[in-house]
């Protein structure tokens, strides 16, 4: 599971014509953006792709885990708004990850996924194995 | 009357209704009017799905218009590679022999049909050697390869048993519904 998650790159597939000019609904820009390698369901293709489904919400529970969602390269670099991407993120978080998610969960707004997103993850591989290991201790 | 004569009365009338039928039948067919009407089925079927007439298709639920063996169909507003439809395959299924890659890149196209736009996803199908026919390249929306997630020219058979590129396809997979 630490090379699925070392390998987390949330890449956003998009090309077309509207993609840069029109705002989908959450649905609409996550099957544009993300769905071309995590699949419409979310079930991927792990390990090279991981699963969105259930362990999303884990990991938002864990000191760090909702700013890393906004920080995965294929995610900041999504050619979407702030707004648009705290959307996304919130739609996966409760379509594929309605049963793990914390119940005092408060979905991401559009000011913390622009400040996350901006701050570019320099090393994302040792940054990921710090997170996972508070996230590995949270599930004891 | 014995059973012979009986027999024989029964054979003959057999015979007789036979030979009514079958004259009655003769008169109003034609073996070349058969042909021609038999020829006419076969090319048309084979023709029809050429022509650029609108056609619903079942799956994916959506009138359309044009050639998809031409480079200018609709789905293709940013497709680089080869069509799976010159290929053997069609839009949404792999040639024989070849595998899907369940790893894609997505892309809008607008429908002349309905006038609305469709998420396409361009699948490409693996495991063959390139099939060289309809080749296309149409940009909209297409990035430099630096920045791979947006560039067409990326071959994406990921996650299938080979990397050999085949075709590429154009899925539907949702009206581009907008918020």
């Known amino acids: ?140 | 009357m014995t059973l012979n004569d009986a027999m024989g009365k029964v054979y003959g009338w057999l015979d007789t209704r036979t030979n009514a039928a079958s004259r009655q039948l003769a008169r109003h067919t034609s073996r070349r009017g058969f042909i021609n009407r038999m020829g006419t089925l076969l090319v048309g079927a084979g023709v029809l799905p050429l022509l650029p007439v609108a056609r619903a298709f079942g799956a994916e639920g959506l009138s359309e218009i044009g050639d998809p063996q031409s480079c200018d169909y609709w789905r293709y507003c940013a497709f680089g590679g080869t069509l799976c439809s010159c290929c053997g395959g069609s839009l949404t299924s792999c040639p024989p022999g070849a595998e899907p890659s369940p790893i894609t890149w997505v892309g809008t196209c607008h429908n002349p049909a309905d006038g609305k736009n469709y998420l396409i996803s361009y699948n490409d199908c693996c495991g063959k050697a390139i099939c060289s026919r309809c080749f296309c390249h149409r940009t909209e929306g297409d990035r430099p390869v630096y920045f791979p997630s947006k560039s067409n020219d990326i071959i994406w058979c990921f996650g299938t048993e080979s990397h050999a590129y085949h075709c590429t396809l154009a899925v539907v997979l949702s009206e581009a519904t907008e918020a």
């Open chain 1, 1 to 140: 599971m630490r090379a699925v998650l070392a390998t987390c790159l949330w890449v956003s597939t998009a090309l077309g014509t509207n993609a840069a000019l029109a705002a989908y609904t959450p649905r609409v820009a996550y099957l544009l953006h993300c769905s071309g390698c995590h699949l419409p369901d979310g079930k991927s293709n792990p390990p090279e792709v991981p699963d969105l489904r259930g362990e999303l919400g884990r990991i938002v529970a864990v000191p760090g885990g909702r700013d890393y969602l906004a920080r995965v390269p294929g995610v900041s670099q999504a050619p979407v708004s702030d707004q648009e991407l705290a959307e996304i993120l919130n739609w996966v978080l409760q379509r594929f990850n309605a049963k793990t998610l914390p119940v005092d969960f408060t979905p991401l707004t559009g000011k913390e996924v622009g400040r996350s997103r901006r701050n570019v993850l320099k090393d994302p591989l040792k940054h990921r194995a710090a997170l996972w290991e508070r996230y590995e201790s949270s599930r004891k």
